[in-house]
């Protein structure tokens, strides 16, 4: 075995937070090393301290068996460390290649700019990895899967020999994950060292060679994908058996209880991103809004929840018409929200657990009576809830800002799953969770449609999707490309609606006849 990085004991403290407590990882050369953990277990911060965002407490880092001291991400890239982030950082008006050299700069007798240069080593590098990048094509014209490539061949420009993915597929296509898989394949082939964090269990079978799990900040143990199972991975991520797959019956849909006619919204740019969807959703189903996210998706359940004004058609809820009606207006007429921005539209964070658990109800019975509020009626709600929904929270009184990411979302679904509903919106009901909570969110979900209430539920996850939904919606740039019952989706036409191809069979033609 050949080590290319060793991280020893590695400790990181936060104020009132111990991130990583005496972590121990090794990478082998040419190994594709998945690290898995639930937000917060501790794993970006120990990739963070790897590429110079973070200093370590205590600890070694080793690289090819030497010491190194990183200070900073210039360090990380000295030492051919390279990290494609979550959220892509390209500059969208300029070109691949002026992406890649950006502080790389070739330059030509010194002062001018060689572009031409860089491109051809860019040209070089696509046909090398398999990439297929056109270095003189925009940013912002480019989809999100190719943005990515660009993100991995600019660690590859800077020679990095350790590269670090952080959450690759979270907003990719099915087709663009294989594809990414592929290049992932090729990269660790050609001696590139590949550390793969993800949530998503079934990648790490898919493509890693070694998987190491954390939980509160230490490692758990460190496997083969040969020697374990999906059941066990997650157990060791949260600490007991979880249920992965979610339990329901056939739908049995009734009355429609949200319409949707002909909506168009702009965004903040006034651009329009939702162009003329119609759809409807019936008392006991689950409506799936599938799509890369950037679709039209935000602005869809922004316009129905009263969020965002609609520039053209109607939305109704049980027959009332609640277009550009306010919020609470669209509240009061049966429906719940969990919102995809949880701070912009979810909390405030400035007030207690125990008041966000009562923003859409405060002003009702039992929490009011006539203009007093009734504080024991709330905080007694909050204790019922906190332990119902297991929210991590040293008391029901302290700000929402001072929980962790997960445990705000929480708040926000005990919220709204804990009054009557005919209508649930659930917009990334599940993101920052860890995988028990998931579980419980997912049997709740399902549990609103057995009992009557009707769903849409907008997620990035398409495994998600496709394990509550009874009706799959696909977006692609604001408009619904085709609504496909559950039992006919699959994650390959999926995939390809999601990809703008609305003929499949036609598109398989054509492949056929190309090839």
Known sequence: MTLALEMKGITKRFPGVLANDNVDFQLEKGEIHALLGENGAGKSTLMNILYGLYHQDEGEIYLDGQPVEIRDANDAI????????????????????????????????????????????????????????????????????????????????????????????AVLTPQETERLFLTVFSLAQQGKSIIFITHKLKEVFEVATRITVLRDGRVVGTTNPKDTNERQLAAMMVGRQVILKVEKEPAQPKEAVLQVQDLAVEDDRHNLTVNGV??????????????????????????????????????????????????????????????????????????????????????????????????????????????????????????????????????????????????????????????????????????????????????????EIMALSDRIAVMYRGQIMDTIPIEEATKENLGLLMAGVRDVDEFKEAVLTAD
Do not use: W
Request: with cysteine.
């Open 278 to 463: 119609s759809f409807q959703v019936r008392a006991g189903e689950v409506l799936g809004v599938a799509g890369v996210q950037g679709n039209g998706q935000t602005e869809l359940t922004e316009a129905i929840t009263g969020l965002r004004r609609a520039k053209g058609g109607a939305v109704s809820i049980l027959g009332h018409n609640v277009t550009n009606a306010s919020p609470r207006r669209v509240t009061e007429a049966g429906s719940a929200h969990i919102p995809e921005d949880r701070h912009k539209h979810g909390l405030v964070l400035s007030y207690s657990v125990a008041n966000n658990l009562v923003l859409c109800t405060y002003y009702k019975p039992p929490f009011a009576k006539g203009v007093v509020i009734q504080e024991p009626v709330i905080a007694e709600n909050a204790e019922r809830l906190v332990k119902q929904f297991d929210i991590r929270t040293p008391s029901v009184f302290v700000p929402a800002s001072n929980l962790s990411g997960g445990n705000q979302q929480k708040t926000i679904v005990a919220r709204e799953f804990s009054r009557p509903i005919e209508l649930l919106i659930a917009a990334q009901p599940t993101r920052g969770l860890d995988v028990g909570s998931i579980e419980y969110i997912h049997q709740q979900i399902i549990k609103k449609r057995d009992d009557g209430c009707a769903v849409l539920l907008v997620s990035a996850e398409l495994d």
């Open 78 to 169: 000295a030492h051919r460390i390279g990290m494609v982030h979550q959220h892509f950082m390209l500059v969208k008006p300029l070109t691949v290649a002026e992406n890649i050299i950006l502080g790389q700069e070739i330059r030509r007798f010194g002062a001018f700019l060689n572009l031409h240069e860089a491109e051809r080593r860019i040209r070089a590098l696509s046909d090398q990895y398999q990439l297929e990048v056109d270095p003189t094509a925009k940013i912002q014209d480019l989809p999100v899967g190719t943005q990515q490539r660009v993100e991995i061949i600019k660690a590859l420009y800077r020679e990095a020999d350790i590269l670090i993915l952080d959450e690759p597929t």
